[in-house]
C-alpha cells in the first residue's frame, strides 16, 4: 500500500471538510432557491439574461418575452467562447432578435467576464435608464449564487430596485440538468457550486436573502 504524502493527506482533510460544509448548506440551499424561484414580479419587468449556457439562458428569456413577463431584456457577457456556450452581449442580441425581439428592447452590457461582474455594469444600466424591476435570468444551478450577487450589489446601490430571479428550464427543483451540467456529475457539480456560495466574497447571506424576499411578498 502506498503511502500518503502530507500533501494528500491534507488535501483529503480539506474535501472532508467541504463535504461536511455542503451537506449542512444543502437544505437550507434548496428552500431559498425555491423562495426565489416562487417570488416573481407582478407585472413585467426588465430581464437580465447571463452569459453561460447562453442559448439555454437565452431561450428562457424569449419565454418570458413572449409571455409578458418582461418588457426589456439586458444581455449581459463579455467572453467570447462559443465552445463552452458562452456568447458576447452583441450576439446574444442578434439571437433574440432573429427570435422575433425588436433591438429596441434589447441593452447590451459586454464588460462582465465573471458572475462577480455582472451586477456591477448591470446596475449602471439600470440607473441610467431608471429600471425599477429586475428579473435575474440564468440556469437552474447557477441561480441562486447569482441572486445573492446582485442582492449585495443592490444594497449597496444609490438608485434601488426590486429583484427577482428566473431559474431557466427548472419545473421545481434546484438539481435540474442544463447543457453544462451534463459535462459533470451532478453531485460534484452542485458541491462545488455550495463551495462557492460558502467561500465567494461579496454575496448576500442567507439571513439578508430570506429577509428580502419576504419584502417583496408583504407588498403584496
Same mark, same amino acid.
Given at each position: 500500500?502506498?503511502?500518503?504524502?502530507?500533501?494528500? @493527506?491534507?488535501?483529503?482533510?480539506?474535501?472532508?471538510?467541504?463535504?461536511?460544509?455542503?451537506?449542512?448548506?444543502?437544505?437550507?440551499?434548496?428552500?431559498?432557491?425555491?423562495?426565489?424561484?416562487?417570488?416573481?414580479?407582478?407585472?413585467?419587468?426588465?430581464?437580465?439574461?447571463?452569459?453561460?449556457?447562453?442559448? =439555454?439562458?437565452?431561450?428562457?428569456?424569449?419565454?418570458?418575452?413572449?409571455?409578458?413577463?418582461?418588457?426589456?431584456? *439586458?444581455?449581459?457577457?463579455?467572453?467570447?467562447?462559443?465552445?463552452?456556450?458562452?456568447?458576447?452581449?452583441?450576439?446574444?442580441?442578434? +439571437?433574440?432578435?432573429?427570435?422575433?425581439?425588436?433591438?429596441?428592447?434589447?441593452?447590451?452590457?459586454?464588460?462582465?467576464?465573471?458572475?462577480?461582474?455582472?451586477?456591477?455594469? @448591470?446596475?449602471?444600466?439600470?440607473?441610467?435608464?431608471? =429600471?425599477?424591476?429586475?428579473?435575474?435570468?440564468?440556469?437552474?444551478?447557477?441561480?441562486?449564487?447569482?441572486?445573492?450577487?446582485?442582492?449585495?450589489?443592490?444594497?449597496?446601490?444609490?438608485?434601488?430596485?426590486?429583484?427577482?430571479?428566473?431559474?431557466?428550464?427548472?419545473?421545481?427543483?434546484?438539481?435540474?440538468?442544463?447543457?453544462?451540467?451534463?459535462? +459533470?456529475?451532478?453531485?460534484? =457539480? +452542485?458541491?462545488?457550486?455550495?463551495?462557492? *456560495?460558502?467561500?465567494?466574497?461579496?454575496?448576500?447571506?442567507?439571513?439578508?436573502?430570506?429577509?428580502?424576499?419576504?419584502?417583496?411578498?408583504?407588498?403584496?
Amino acid at each position: 500500500m502506498s503511502e500518503f504524502t502530507e500533501r494528500e @493527506v491534507m488535501n483529503q482533510r480539506i474535501k472532508a471538510s467541504d463535504f461536511l460544509s455542503n451537506t449542512a448548506l444543502l437544505l437550507p440551499a434548496i428552500r431559498l432557491f425555491n423562495a426565489i424561484r416562487k417570488t416573481q414580479p407582478t407585472k413585467p419587468a426588465v430581464g437580465v439574461c447571463l452569459e453561460g449556457d447562453t442559448k =439555454f439562458r437565452l431561450m428562457g428569456a424569449v419565454a418570458l418575452y413572449r409571455n409578458g413577463k418582461i418588457n426589456r431584456v *439586458i444581455v449581459s457577457g463579455g467572453v467570447n467562447n462559443p465552445q463552452a456556450d458562452n456568447l458576447p452581449a452583441a450576439l446574444m442580441k442578434q +439571437y433574440l432578435m432573429s427570435k422575433g425581439l425588436p433591438a429596441e428592447v434589447i441593452e447590451l452590457e459586454e464588460q462582465s467576464r465573471f458572475s462577480h461582474d455582472h451586477p456591477v455594469y @448591470v446596475n449602471s444600466i439600470v440607473k441610467r435608464q431608471g =429600471f425599477t424591476d429586475l428579473i435575474v435570468i440564468t440556469s437552474g444551478y447557477h441561480l441562486l449564487r447569482a441572486y445573492l450577487r446582485f442582492l449585495e450589489e443592490l444594497f449597496a446601490q444609490d438608485h434601488p430596485y426590486i429583484l427577482y430571479g428566473y431559474p431557466v428550464g427548472t419545473i421545481g427543483s434546484w438539481f435540474q440538468k442544463s447543457p453544462t451540467e451534463g459535462r +459533470y456529475r451532478i453531485c460534484s =457539480f +452542485y458541491c462545488d457550486e455550495l463551495t462557492k *456560495i460558502r467561500t465567494y466574497k461579496d454575496l448576500a447571506s442567507f439571513d439578508e436573502a430570506w429577509k428580502y424576499i419576504h419584502s417583496l411578498r408583504d407588498r403584496v
